[in-house]
């Protein structure tokens, strides 16, 4: 893991690390981090790493030399709310960094239930899959003109495949 290796590296140097659980509002999280960035280089921080994990709403990691430049980092931003006053240790959010690839089997014709977003319980019909950019482009089924909408692969899940349709 390289990110042990790092942390060793940095003990040898003498240089501790802690990590600290920013409160945001929820949703925000990506304008925040944007803020604390900007924030780390314009104040020259010791903030070694900001981390907002998929799926998890209203809370933003840093990984700072200590609790103030943490503090610093967040100070007067807007939809922070906050650094929690105890510290996280790394094994509380390592399953939330290490990003497991999957390969998702979603195919031209299928059928989806689209799981996530304003469309969200509708069915539409795949059109077709950018894998690349882990996109889907669809045409939802009960609409009277057929609109392309492009979502985001985990955002639907397969209800029917053609091949089964054509085999009854």
């Known amino acids: 893991m390289p990110e042990n290796k790092e942390k060793k590296e940095k003990e040898e140097k003498g240089i501790s690390t802690h990590i600290f659980a920013l409160r945001t509002?929820?949703?925000?999280?990506?304008?925040?981090?944007?803020?604390?960035?900007?924030?780390?280089?314009?104040?020259k921080l010791?903030?070694?790493a900001v981390?907002?994990?998929?799926?998890?709403?209203?809370y933003i990691f840093l990984e700072a030399a200590d609790r103030q430049n943490a503090e610093?980092?967040?100070f007067n931003i807007p939809y922070a709310r906050g650094v929690l006053r105890k510290e996280i240790d790394y094994k509380e959010i390592e399953h939330m960094l290490e990003q497991v690839k999957r390969e998702v089997n979603i195919q031209k014709n299928d059928i989806v239930e689209i799981i996530s977003g304003p469309f969200k319980r509708e069915q539409a019909k795949v059109t077709r899959v950018d894998k690349a950019k882990e996109e889907v482009v669809v045409e939802l089924v009960e609409a009277a003109v057929p609109i392309p909408i492009t979502v985001k692969l985990d955002a639907v899940k397969v209800i029917r495949r053609e091949k089964e349709e054509t085999e009854k």
């Open 25 to 43: 509002t929820a949703n925000r999280e990506d304008q925040v981090m944007d803020f604390i960035v900007s924030n780390i280089k314009k104040k």
């Open 46 to 48: 010791e903030v070694y």
């Open 51 to 58: 981390i907002r994990p998929h799926g998890m709403r209203g």
């Open 72 to 74: 610093q980092a967040s």
